[in-house]
């Protein structure tokens, strides 16, 4: 009779067993998503997540674009590193993610072993340019955390890719509602810009070109970009502008500039980073090839907001393009401040003020006319 009641008991505990571990495993399904990132890849993420790093150039700026910064619980060294010359207006507006805990180097190369470490641990890993450092699936089993990249974009070229970033992302972290608010704001600072300048004929257009575009580091005059974004909103006559979509820095030749001569010269002020012989505005000043542009001799020679640091600023882009659009047709910008509007990006974007902080850090000629002979060098 015991017996008989033992193996009774046995078997409903073994049911009772089976039936909590049913539950539990019911539970944890229940707490998961699935969702498909850029790379096509199907990861199950959290339902409710309040923890997370980003990992790839862009991919921090784009988590505090949603207003996420407050769930970031590591960064990469270039999130860290101490530099005079800065400009990430992300990282201007909260310094306190310097202060996070370290989880690897920058531009993707990331640690498992700094991430596993990481107190509290992050649910999830954004991962922008994918290629870069451990392979997504290689860090997921790693670290056993789910690792979801996403596309960067660009605004001109790959809009769709920065959208769809911006939403997956939103939808991981629930904020999908300003992820949708933040690609209105483009939409709506874009529709101004090409609504200022559309009808104005080809042939009242400056010619113009930009110069210093930095990428992975300084450059010098020739360094410039074919659909450099503010020139593409205002519908500005840019020299180098090739009719593809090359929406990556170039090397435009001097002879090339040298014939075609622009109206206006913007230089992207990162170049000021580099040696002299690497520094558009010195290039400008010294060198007797430059000295037969008509810009340089007309003192049409005007500076812009570094915008190619850790991937594009999107921010400064909006910001130069308003600048340069009330430089090339004052008449359709008169009721424009290049400065307040500046901020007024940056504070529905990154939270806050910025322009005078990246000004002063480019030795403030950003948004002014650069008289080359009054540089000291």
């Known amino acids: 009779m015991i017996r008989k009641v033992l193996k009774g ?56 674009y949603l207003q996420g910064q407050d769930i970031v619980v590591g960064v990469d060294s270039l999130e860290k590193r101490k530099n005079r010359l800065d400009s990430r207006p992300y990282a201007i507006t909260h310094p306190e993610l ?23 641990q992050p649910q999830v890993i ?40 911006l939403l997956l992302m939103g939808k991981v ?26 009808d104005i004929p080809k042939d009242k257009r400056p010619s113009c070109y930009v110069g210093g575009i930095a990428y992975k580091g300084p450059h010098g005059i020739t360094s410039t970009e074919p659909n450099y974004p503010p020139f593409c909103f205002v519908n500005a006559s840019n020299i180098a502008a090739s009719g593809g979509q090359q929406n990556q820095q170039v090397v435009f030749s001097p002879e090339s500039l040298l014939v ?16 002299k012989n690497k520094n558009a505005l010195y290039q400008l000043a010294t060198e007797p090839q430059y000295q037969a542009l008509k810009a340089v001799k007309n003192g049409e020679i005007y500076g812009v907001l570094p915008y190619n640091w850790y991937t594009q600023n999107h921010g400064s882009i909006l910001a130069n393009a308003y600048y340069i659009g009330k430089v090339l047709y004052p008449e359709r910008f008169e009721d424009v401040d290049p400065v307040q509007k500046a901020d007024e ?30 540089m000291e060098w």
């Not at 954004?126 to 290689?138: A, H, I, N, Q, R």
């Not at 056993?144 to 769809?164: K, Q």
């Not at 990154?350 to 002979?373: C, H, P, R, W, Y």
């Open 9 to 64: 008991l046995r078997v409903s505990l073994g049911v009772f067993a089976l039936l909590l571990g049913l539950m539990v495993m019911v539970g944890f399904a229940q707490d998961k998503v699935e969702i498909t990132d850029a790379w096509g890849r199907v990861v199950s993420v959290p339902k409710s997540v309040d923890r997370v790093i980003c990992s790839g150039a862009g991919c921090l700026r784009y988590l505090v």
């Open 98 to 120: 310097k202060e996070k805990p370290l989880f690897g180097e920058f531009r993707g190369h990331d640690n498992p072993e700094l991430i596993l470490s990481l107190d509290p």
């Open 126 to 165: 954004f991962k922008t340019y994918g290629g870069s450092g451990y392979d997504p699936d290689e860090l997921q089993n790693r670290t056993g955390i789910p690792v979801v990249v996403l596309n960067y974009g660009h605004l001109v070229t790959r809009r769709e890719d920065m959208n769809n970033a």
């Open 173 to 198: 972290i629930g904020k999908e509602k300003r992820a949708q608010e933040v690609i209105a704001f483009f939409d709506q600072v874009i529709d101004d810009l090409r609504r200022r300048t559309a």
């Open 260 to 275: 075609e001569d622009p109206d206006k010269i913007f230089i992207d002020l990162s170049t000021i980073q580099g040696e």
């Open 345 to 374: 990006i940056y504070s529905f974007l990154v939270g806050g003020a910025a322009f005078e902080k990246l000004n002063s850090t480019f030795g403030s000629m950003a948004f002014q006319k650069i008289d080359l002979k009054k």
